[in-house]
């Protein structure tokens, strides 16, 4: 069994097209998992996923990578919070906004206490979701590390968390404002009508054909004048072509045909 017959047993098993990720790399994650399983070819490999639970868990936990963190990159929260947000407040009532690879949840509680922060968490609805079921479980429970929660300025811990033994959980009020889904990002339909998605640290992993369909869906996903957020290293690479235009670092907005943006 090679690697092409493999990944279409696990698209099979799992609903996982390993044929959007980057090739070289995915191959090299997945064979370096497979050896120190000790496994030398695919075929054993496939089996003991079928068969065990536990090690389909960390295939998918290894492949899907759900490192996160509170704020990441916190220069571009900061644009986000004095410059995206009070842009897109203006002149509407509420804001829909989606974390569309959200992980064990770091991110859309990022954006639940900064908009508390900004007194304007009554005014936003937040969608977020995750291709991983158990990253999405975790989110839900909400419960941090002291290493998890170094990002995060001391006053907002001290205000949206709870401590409990070493762990901090985050507050009802900032868990209950997020409305967790599992949606893969390749496969199923994405929400309409959003006024900020962000896409940040997954696009890396899929190859450019990949990269160019979802642009397009996102694109289809925002609301007039909507903003795409994405991650650090993850600019895209003609906005234009996809109907974007660059506002700031990492900062795209919905251009809409025949309607000129200032
Ligand atoms: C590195 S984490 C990024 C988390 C967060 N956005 C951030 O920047 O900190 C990448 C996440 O993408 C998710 N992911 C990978 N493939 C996906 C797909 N096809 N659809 C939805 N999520 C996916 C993984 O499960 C993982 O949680």
Redesign the pocket.
């Known amino acids: 069994m090679d690697y092409e017959e493999f990944s279409a047993q696990i698209k099979k098993i799992c609903n996982i097209d390993l044929s959007n990720y980057k090739e070289k790399q995915m191959k090299r994650r997945i064979d370096s998992l497979k050896k120190r399983n000790g496994h030398d070819n695919y075929e054993s490999y496939l089996k003991q996923l079928i068969h065990s639970k536990e090690h389909l868990r960390e295939f998918l936990n290894y492949i899907?990578?759900?490192?996160?963190?509170f704020f990441?990159n916190p220069a571009q929260w900061e644009v986000l919070e004095k410059e995206i947000i009070p842009e897109l407040i203006s002149g509407k009532s509420t804001l829909k906004i989606w974390?569309s690879?959200?992980?064990t949840g770091?991110?859309p509680y990022s954006l639940a206490m900064m908009l508390d922060k900004m007194n304007l968490l009554n005014r936003a609805v937040i969608i977020a979701s995750?291709?991983?079921k158990e990253?999405i479980e975790d989110a839900k429970e909400g419960i941090y590390t002291p290493k998890q929660v170094a990002n995060v300025p001391k006053q907002m811990l001290d205000t949206y968390f709870t401590k409990e033994g070493n762990n901090y959980v985050i507050k009802d009020k900032i868990k209950k404002s997020v409305d967790f889904k599992i949606?893969?990002?390749?496969n199923d339909p994405f929400p309409s009508k959003c006024d900020l998605i962000?896409c940040?640290?997954?696009m890396i992993?899929f190859t450019e054909e990949a990269k160019e369909k979802l642009y397009k869906k996102f694109y289809d996903a925002l609301s007039d004048d909507g903003i795409f957020f994405v991650?650090s290293t993850e600019q895209i690479i003609m906005p234009q072509k996809y109907g974007f235009t660059s506002r700031r670092h990492f900062f795209y907005q919905k251009i809409i045909a025949g309607k000129t943006n200032n």
């Open positions: 899907t990578i759900n490192v996160s963190e990441r974390s690879a959200c992980s770091e991110e995750d291709i991983d990253a949606i893969n990002l390749l962000l940040r640290n997954v992993y991650g």
